[in-house]
C-alpha cells in the first residue's frame, strides 16, 4: 500500500494550498480516509476525515470553514483545499487510509495506511 501526498509549499498568510493524495494497494472506494498535520515540536493532531462514499465529513475544530477535504474514487485520490491559511496551519501534511465496511462513516483515529507527508509552511 502506498499513499503519495504532494502540493505542499510556501505560501503567504490567507492564501491557499491543494493537497493531493494519491492511493494505490488498496481498494480506495472501501476505505476512508483522512489528513493529520503535525507542526515541529508538537504531536500529530488530526484535521480531516470523510467516509469512503464521500457523503460524511468530519471537521478539527481548527481548521472548520476554512478547509474543504474530497475524494475521487475514480482516480484513487484525496484532495485537501486550503484557505485562509494561518501561519498556525504550518506543519507536515500526512494523508491516511482506513478501510471498512461502513460507507457512511468518518474516523478520526484507527489509521492503518499513512502516506509520507507534504510540508505546509504559512508566512505570516
Known amino acids: 500500500v502506498q499513499l503519495q501526498a504532494s502540493g505542499g509549499g510556501l505560501v503567504q498568510a490567507g492564501g491557499s494550498l491543494r493537497l493531493s493524495c494519491a492511493v494505490s494497494g488498496l481498494t480506495f472506494g472501501n476505505s476512508a480516509i483522512a489528513w493529520f498535520r503535525q507542526a515541529p515540536g508538537k504531536e500529530r493532531e488530526f484535521v480531516t476525515a470523510i467516509s469512503r462514499g464521500g457523503g460524511n465529513r468530519n471537521y478539527a475544530d481548527a481548521v472548520k470553514g476554512r478547509f474543504t477535504i474530497s475524494r475521487d474514487n475514480a482516480k484513487n485520490t484525496l484532495y485537501l483545499q486550503m484557505d485562509s491559511l494561518k501561519p498556525e496551519d504550518t506543519a507536515v501534511y500526512y494523508c491516511?487510509?482506513?478501510?471498512?465496511?461502513?460507507?457512511?462513516?468518518?474516523?478520526?483515529?484507527?489509521?492503518?495506511?499513512w502516506g509520507q507527508g507534504t510540508l505546509v509552511t504559512v508566512s505570516s
Open positions: 491516511a487510509a482506513r478501510p471498512t465496511t461502513n460507507g457512511n462513516t468518518y474516523y478520526n483515529t484507527g489509521y492503518a495506511y
